[in-house]
Antibody
């Protein structure tokens, strides 16, 4: 069965960087885009960008351009999202999600809580 | 940038029909999909490509999309359907979410 398993919660300081991983299993990793979506406490879903695991090509939301980097390691079927120059308002749950070739996200990771606090 | 607008909240009595709208410029020309999210859980896809239900999603969930509005309809709403619902569409190579609608079953 398809699974996306994310790395554990992080507590970090303003100005630092965080890197979240998303390990895929149960399907051909290079066959589907991986997207990253975040959700601040009590707020809605916010799309951050996507990566093509086959080519490594990325698209980022304008809001995060220059601060986010999405990468992948096909040898271990894992995607990564690194966000730099963290601020307190980056505190959120970060999700990875699979684009199942239907213009929608059919599988989601369990979420990773990133807390930015001095 | 492209925006999708949802009502913040919708209330429905058990057994009745709930309708949640999602508005965007010429949204009917794009595919819309819908996610259900319960507290502390990851979102779950309930409708994709306007009208299609993923495997395992009850038949009481249905969708439509025309003009500037996509609609998620839940027929015979049950208490377990109480959740936040988000619409989503694509704008060029970027994804856009609606602000979310809290469905209350009372």
């Amino acid at each position: 069965q398809v699974q996306l398993v994310q790395s554990g919660a992080e507590v970090t300081k303003p100005g630092a960087s965080v890197k979240v991983s998303c390990k895929a299993s149960g399907y051909t990793f290079t066959g589907c885009y991986i997207h990253w979506v975040r959700q601040a406490p009590g707020q809605g879903l916010e799309w951050m960008g996507r990566i093509n695991p086959n080519s490594g090509g990325t698209n980022y939301a304008q809001k995060f351009q220059g601060r986010v980097t999405m990468t992948r390691d096909t040898s271990i079927s894992t995607a990564y999202m690194e966000l730099s120059r963290l601020r307190s308002d980056d505190t959120a749950v970060y999700y990875c999600a699979r684009d199942g070739l239907t213009s929608s996200f059919d599988y989601w990771g369990q979420g990773t809580l990133v807390t930015v606090s001095s | 940038s492209y925006e999708l607008t949802q009502p913040p909240s919708v209330s429905v009595s058990p057994g009745q029909t709930a309708s949640i709208t999602c508005s965007g410029d010429k949204l009917g020309d794009k595919y819309a999909c819908w996610y259900q999210q319960k507290p502390g859980q990851s979102p779950v896809l309930v409708i994709y490509q306007d009208t299609k239900r993923p495997s395992g999603i009850p038949e009481r969930f249905s969708g439509s999309n025309s003009g500037n509005t996509a609609t998620l309809t839940i027929s015979g709403t049950q208490a377990m359907d109480e959740a936040d619902y988000y619409c989503q569409a694509w704008d060029s190579s970027h994804v856009v979410f609606g602000g979310g609608t809290k469905l209350t079953v009372l």
